[in-house]
């Protein structure tokens, strides 16, 4: 399989891009986008190979990928691999899916994301991972295979409802702490509406993001595992109670701040200045579990802090902390330590 270099060409525009292909092209779209707009239906015509897919993690399976391939072997033409190119129009498990097919086909070709979700365009189109789930675990099978572009068009992010902007936040958020840069203080001091607020800091946050990936490409331990800030508990949330995965990583920022702060790394100022930051969304908390959700029982926590891929071992697994606006830390903690600490701060039942 090929190794593509990991820096995609990033494109912002407003309308969708001229794609017409220079060889051949497999577009593969997300079913439900072009009956919610006649503009992307059009668009679509131009392509004469269109495989549109239902999206969600129910997506990336091993029978559902065999079928695009069985298909694939069917349909498109024998050509050389540097002529043929796959063009993905979807939030994350599209971008994942079309993706892993894309750095598998004929040993690797040209990958252009155009993501329609505001989650992918933050975070899941940047960075080159592509995975399937198997075995019942998400995301075991993968690879990494950046798209040679990634193309973000307003008019196709605005297509979403105005509660899929609010549920992104945490991830800008989650880059916008790690980063520290003046663009990240202006957005926490900016009233602008989410889906204005995301479009308007898009490309300063995906680039912040693109520059902790360039030190660690492949995540074999280095920085890239700062961009976990607030995912250990966020996934626990997010598994448990359904919640969104942004909504459920601001929340899992807001934990971290905490403790960050009782252990002495951040200071009371600090701590509340993050605090306020994320409480501009989050609501007046800032910390604690969403609105309607209660305690997890300790046996159901424990059980999925067990699964985390960042565990290092049986009892212990790698902490994002921080010391203040871009000034993130990784730490080795104890399973048990940090559900002593989801228990203090009210996420788990006693």
């Not at 898009?202 to 976990?228: I, S, T, Y």
């Not at 969403?290 to 290092?312: E, H, M, Q, T, Y």
Request: aromatic share 6%; net charge positive.
């Amino acid at each position: 399989m090929r190794r593509p270099s990991s820096a995609s060409r990033l494109v912002f525009e407003d309308r969708l891009p001229d794609l017409r292909p220079r060889g051949e092209a497999l577009v593969i779209c997300d079913a439900k986008l072009p009956s919610l707009s006649a503009g992307l239906a059009r668009w679509l015509v131009r392509f004469p190979r269109v495989y549109p897919v239902r999206a969600g993690e129910k997506l990336k399976t091993l029978p559902t990928f065999h079928r695009l391939v069985e298909w694939a072997a069917a349909t498109l033409p024998a050509t050389d691999r540097s002529r043929l190119r796959v063009v993905a129009i979807g939030g994350g498990s599209v971008g994942d899916f079309a993706g892993f097919f894309a750095s598998v086909w004929l040993r690797g070709v040209d990958l252009v994301l155009v993501p329609s979700t505001w989650l992918a365009a933050i975070d899941s189109a940047h960075g080159g991972k592509t995975a399937l789930n198997a075995g019942g675990a998400k995301n075991a099978i993968g690879t990494f295979h950046p798209a040679s572009e990634v193309r973000l068009v307003r008019r196709l992010l605005d297509l979403q409802e105005a509660e899929r902007a609010r549920e992104a936040w945490g991830e800008l958020a989650k880059i916008a702490i790690l980063d520290g840069g003046a663009w990240a203080r202006a957005m926490a001091r900016d009233p602008a509406p989410d889906g204005e607020l995301l479009w308007k800091y898009l490309e300063p946050a995906v680039r912040a993001k693109l520059r902790v990936v360039a030190r660690d490409p492949e995540e074999r331990g280095g920085p890239r595992r700062l961009l976990n800030l607030g995912h250990t508990t966020g996934h626990v949330l997010e598994a448990w109670s359904g919640v969104a995965h942004g909504v459920a990583v601001a929340h899992g920022v807001a934990f971290a701040v905490a403790w960050s702060e009782r252990r002495g790394l951040l200071t009371r100022r600090a701590a509340g200045d993050l605090r306020e930051f994320l409480a501009t969304r989050l609501g007046p908390t800032g910390s604690g579990l969403p609105p309607g959700v209660r305690p997890i029982p300790r046996l159901a926590a424990a059980r999925l802090l067990s699964r985390d891929k960042k565990a290092i071992s049986a009892s212990r697994v790698r902490e994002v902390f921080l010391e203040g606006w871009g000034k993130p830390r990784i730490e080795a903690v104890r399973f048990a330590d940090l559900l002593a600490e989801m228990v203090r701060q009210g996420w788990v039942l006693p």
